[in-house]
């Protein structure tokens, strides 16, 4: 069996420390059965930055080797094109991008430091999987090192129409970049096609059918493989203690009361001011829902030097303060706004005490809220899952309530049907999404990648040069 090399911005952890992410588990579940080393940034700025050693963890069978960057690098590469360029395009907002040329070079340079760095450690029958954003140009350097092993990459995020791509200075050169690699994974058949349409539009390639491309003498596959959760090991989460006392406390808070949760991170994709509108407008056009709904918004800063989401954070607190100055009652406070972090277990309490789950994103990869939110939900009464059409989850979710996060009135409506859905419609519908979600999990995710990596080389596959 090949050895698995995984290249992230972030890496681990190893062990799950109950914060670590569905994703950090999938990926060390496959690191561990196939050995390897999980390769990324150490989230320190030094002065030697990728110059300087490794930092390194080591258990049985599975390594993780980081590296600092430097300020310069921090600054282009991660601030810059990463979370202000790439960030924003590649989630349609072409206002918020920052179009500066030093961010792409700082972008290439680190792309071609870290292969630089990775090339020693590689044997030759390792596989390589890439993740995210922050290395689309990756396999790019590697080839040109000559690294002839197969290398995966998987966009986490949405990848847009090629009219909007277009508006990324360079963006023929970044998609040129990426046909190094073997194989590229979307989170859904848009993003994917998305990509198809791109490469034949503007690189001159052909689309030969079941994701596969035909650009510049070579093949390559680009296909969605949606991202899945470990749904069966979330469900059991919730009879830990510490879901346990999460339910009984907000069961006690709510006395009879509805809860309806929103959890994600502060980011403009997350739709979080639009989220509040909405439900001040269920509360203007279904008036029988004031004193017995409540909003609860959990959402942890996230990149939080960046303006764009300083600007969100004040505005969700002017409107915590609007919407509760305007309904709030005695014994009943509309939203409750949270900005900390919970552990996955403690989390999933919480979604299991909350009659409705409110994921309405602007626009979004996935999104695993979605799907954590139905994994802990109680089989026998579960709750509404109301979802924006612009997740990447709504497209196989269809069971949820889908609407338009940009209407208020739609959002309104979506929750009042949610709210007021009667139990076997909504046993009917979590039982089909909950089923689903078990077989389509995060290890079914990654088989599916890695099979299909290790087939098109040992098959006919040529790389484009
Ligand atoms: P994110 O944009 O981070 O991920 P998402 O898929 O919703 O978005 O995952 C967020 C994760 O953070 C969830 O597992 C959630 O439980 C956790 N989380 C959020 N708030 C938390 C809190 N207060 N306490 C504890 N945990 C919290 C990117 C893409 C997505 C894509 C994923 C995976 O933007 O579209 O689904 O990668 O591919």
Redesign the pocket.
Known sequence: MSRLVIVSNRVGPLKDTG?A???AVALVDALTKSGGIWFGWSGEVSEEGTFGAFKTQKTKSVELVQMDMTQADYDDFYGGYANRTLWPVLHYRLDLAVFDRRFEQGYRYVNERFSTRLGPLLKPDDVIWVHDYHFLTFASHMRAMEVNNPIAFFL??PFPAPEVLAALPNAESIVRSMLAYDLIGF?TERDASNFRRFVEEELGGTDLGDGRLSVAGGEVIAKAYS?GIDAENFAKFTSTLDARRNIDRLEKLMGGRQQIIG???I?YTKGLPERFRSFERLLEDYPENRGRVSLMQ???PSRADLDAYIDIRRELDEMTGHVNGRFADLDWTPIRFLT?????RA?SGIYRASKVGLVTPLR??????AK?YIAAQRPEDPGVLVLSRFA?AAEAMKEAIIVNPHSPEEVAAGLQRAITMPLDERRDCWKIMFDRMCKEDAVAWSRAIMDDVVKCRSGNTVRPH
């Open positions: 914060r992410g569905g994703l986490h995020i989170q991202i959890v994600d991170r980011d959990v959402a942890p900390k972090s919970f552990t996955r989390l979004d990869g996935m999104n695993l809220v954590e990447g």
